[in-house]
């Protein structure tokens, strides 16, 4: 397998639904779940191939339910904690018992899921830009965000119907995104250093993303708007399981505010908070974080 491609697999559940996973990375390294951000879908990356060969991790990720060729989940709308029982059906399906997970954005609460759920199994965890709990009581949820992100939460909380229209609206542009016009596409949501990270490849994989996981229309961005917004189905503070948080201070998609607050709240988290980072930028420190992870872990340095 060259860098920059991986493998495409179709796993079923145990409900009639299928999964589209994606493996990439050493096939021969230690399992790193990812659980990518909101909207997503599983496009492989030339920049995380090569961060996953040189941490000596064998990547596995997917399309949660609604987004690419992942089939949508019958209601009432799911908890993080349902995307949970996805991943553990994933990994059954590899064969892979240990494993370590990393969580960008909207992933960010599922990796903290596995964290929190798994102990004999997830063996560390990391948050990039990680969400924190909307029902925290100490975090004002949409202070420091975009505009487009405050009213997109202003949508969630007037239910289903509500979100979903709102989501329509903005359909078409998200179909046709291109690497070349993501940074514009977003708006307000891009800070100075988060657009300077928006080029070449690393945008045009970002992009594709966004093209898959509207595959089937907002129906997938809608349940994990929906689920990020709810109660989580489980409290960062019984983690105990090594976690370490990655957040920086230009992030107007998940403001600071809430990697500090996970910082403060996951029990013996590792801080990573930076002045100069943003949402996207953050994504050029990843072979330290997966560094950090193996750390985190036990386990040795690649050879």
């Given at each position: ?11 079923p559940?145990?409900?009639?639904r ?41 990547l ?8 690419g ?5 019958p ?20 064969g ?8 960008w954005s ?8 596995c ?11 990391a ?23 405050i ?64 595959s ?8 994990d ?6 109660p989580?189905?489980?409290?960062v ?17 998940v ?23 943003g949402?996207?930028?953050l ?21």
């Amino acid at each position: 397998m060259d860098a920059g491609t991986g493998d495409v697999t179709v796993v079923p559940t145990g409900d009639g639904r299928e999964l589209e996973v994606l493996t990439g990375g050493d096939p021969d390294g230690f399992p790193w779940l990812l659980h990518n951000g909101t909207p997503s879908s599983a496009i492989s990356s030339p920049m995380i191939e090569r961060s996953a060969r040189a941490a000596g991790l064998r990547l596995i990720t997917y399309s949660r339910p609604g987004y690419g060729t992942s089939t949508p989940r019958p209601w009432p709308w799911p908890r993080i904690t349902d995307d949970l029982t996805d991943s553990i059906t994933i990994l059954d399906a590899l064969g892979v018992d240990d494993f370590v997970t990393l969580g960008w954005s909207g992933g960010g609460p599922r990796a903290l899921a596995c964290a929190a759920l798994l102990p004999r199994r997830c063996r560390a965890a990391a948050t990039m830009a990680g969400v924190a709990p909307a029902d925290a009581p100490d975090l004002d949820f949409t202070a420091g965000m975009g505009p487009e992100n405050i009213e997109e939460f202003a949508a969630v909380a007037k239910g289903p119907e509500a979100y979903g229209a709102f989501l329509a609206n903005g359909l078409a542009e998200l179909v046709a995104v291109t690497g070349a016009g993501i940074a514009a596409s977003l708006g307000e949501l891009v800070t100075p250093v988060d657009a300077a990270a928006l080029t070449g490849e690393f945008a045009d994989w970002l992009a594709a993303t966004f093209r898959h996981a509207a595959s089937q229309g907002v129906i997938g961005w809608r349940e994990d708007g929906l689920a990020l917004f709810s109660p989580w189905g489980f409290e960062v503070g019984e983690i105990r399981v090594p976690v370490s948080i990655w957040q920086g201070r230009e992030d107007a998609m998940v403001p600071y505010e809430h990697g500090a607050w996970l910082a403060a709240n996951v029990p013996g988290a590792r801080a990573h908070l930076f002045e100069d980072e943003g949402h996207i930028s953050l994504m050029a420190r990843l072979e330290e974080m997966l560094a950090d992870l193996r750390q985190l872990a036990g386990l040795p340095s690649p050879t």
